[in-house]
């Protein structure tokens, strides 16, 4: 079982810079990929980043490719999303998540935080 929590969210500028963390508890978590999800308001769930559990491969979605970095260190059992150049089209509810399948192109995850809002003002 793994727990999930959420920080880092808030107000920022169109074009500034937030850095969101996803604390895990459990035993399991650096054998689990990672990702980030978001989901604005009328809108699908989707898929932002993921990095495997060891190793530390990476994958992006093309809205955020060269703006985001998603991060993780197994010794803290934290992840983290840096967000730079922020644009008022990434408003949304942040969600990490933790999944057993280790293709990181597959949205298979098993386990979900609670999200936190991040909200850009142009």
């Known amino acids: 079982q793994v727990q999930l929590v959420e920080s880092g969210g808030g107000l920022v500028q169109a074009g500034g810079s937030l850095r969101l963390s996803c604390a895990a508890s459990?035993?399991?978590?650096?054998?689990?990929?990672m990702g980030w999800f978001r989901q604005a308001p009328g809108k699908e769930r989707e898929f932002v980043a993921a990095i495997t559990g060891i190793g530390g491969t990476t994958y992006y979605s093309d809205s955020v490719k060269g703006r985001f970095t998603i991060s993780r260190d197994n010794a803290k059992n934290m992840a983290y999303l840096q967000m730079n150049s922020l644009k008022p089209e990434d408003t949304a509810v942040y969600y990490c998540?933790?999944?057993?399948?280790?293709?990181?192109?597959?949205?298979?995850?098993?386990?979900w935080g609670q999200g936190t809002q991040v909200t850009v003002s142009s």
């Open positions: 998540a933790a999944g057993i399948d280790p293709l990181l192109k597959s949205n298979a995850y098993d386990y």
């Open positions: 459990g035993r399991t978590f650096r054998s689990n990929k």
